[in-house]
C-alpha cells in the first residue's frame, strides 16, 4: 500500500514526470493488479471503467495482419488480446513492474508478445513501422509534453495508420477524484492546466497527471499531422455497479468519465494526384 501525499499544484518538467511515473507505477502494481487484474483480464482489450471492450467497439479497425504497438500497455492484456486477433503487436510500458505483470500474464495465458520498457517521449522504433499505435489511459496523462507524445506516435506510424487513446474525461479536472456525492460538486476550473502533483517525504513529486481540455487534445493531434475520426464518450452501462477509483455509477450516470479519440494519419498524396 502506498501511503498517499498531500496533493499540490505545480508546474512539473519532463524528467520530473517521468521519474514519478515510474517510481509510482513500480510501487503500485502489485496492489494495482490485485485491485483491477480480474476486470481487465489476461486476454482482453478493455478500453475504459465503463467497461466498453474492442471487441465491442472495434475502434481500432482490421487488426489482423496489422503492426501494432499498445503504449502504457501495463500487464499487457491488451496486447495478448490483439495477439490473439491475429496482429503482430508490441507492448511498451515505462514501468519495470508493470512489465512484470506482463510476463506473470503471459505465463498464465499462454500468450506471449514482445515487451518494451521505454519513454513515450522517445519511443525506440524507426519511423513509419505500425500500422496502429494504441492505449488505455497510458502515457498520455502523465507526460509532462503530450504533444511531444502525439509527435512520437505519428513519427512510428505510416502514412495511412490508426492512434487511438483513452484518457479520463477532462471535464472530470473540475471535480475531486471521490466516487460519492462529494465528487458531484463543481471545485476547480476546467481551464486550469496546473498538473496534479503528489510530494514525497522529500518534497519531489511521487505521482503526477497532466489536465488538458478537449480542445487542447484535439489541437495536439491536428499540429501531430492527425485528422480526428472520432470522439466516444462511454456511457456507463445499465447493470454496471463496480466502483473503480473515481469512477462510480453514481457519477457516470450523470457525466462521462472516459473520452477516447480515435485519429487517422493522412497517406500523403500522389505526386500526379488531382488537386481540386
Known sequence: MIDTPLPHRRSVSDAESRVASRSWWDLDADEYQAEHGKFLGDLDFVWCPEGLRESDAHLLGEVKGKRVLELGAGAAAGARWLDGQGANVVA????????????????????????????????????????????AFGAIPFVADSGAAMREVARVLRPGGTWVFSITHPMRWIFWDEPD??????????????????????GQPSYVEQHRTLGDRIRELVAAGFVLRDLIEPEWPAGHEQIWGQWSPLRGRL???????????PAPLPANAPRH
Open 92 to 135: 511498451m510500458d515505462l514501468s519495470a513492474g508493470m512489465l512484470r505483470h506482463a510476463r506473470a500474464g503471459a505465463e498464465r495465458s499462454g500468450v506471449r508478445v514482445p515487451l518494451v520498457q521505454a519513454d513515450a517521449l522517445a519511443l525506440p522504433f524507426a519511423d513509419s513501422v505500425f500500422d496502429i499505435v494504441c492505449t
Open 181 to 202: 456525492e462529494t465528487g458531484l460538486i463543481a471545485r476547480n476550473s476546467y481551464f486550469d492546466r496546473t498538473p496534479y502533483v503528489e510530494i514525497d517525504d522529500d
Open 255 to 265: 457525466f462521462p468519465g472516459t473520452a477516447i479519440f480515435v485519429a487517422d494519419l
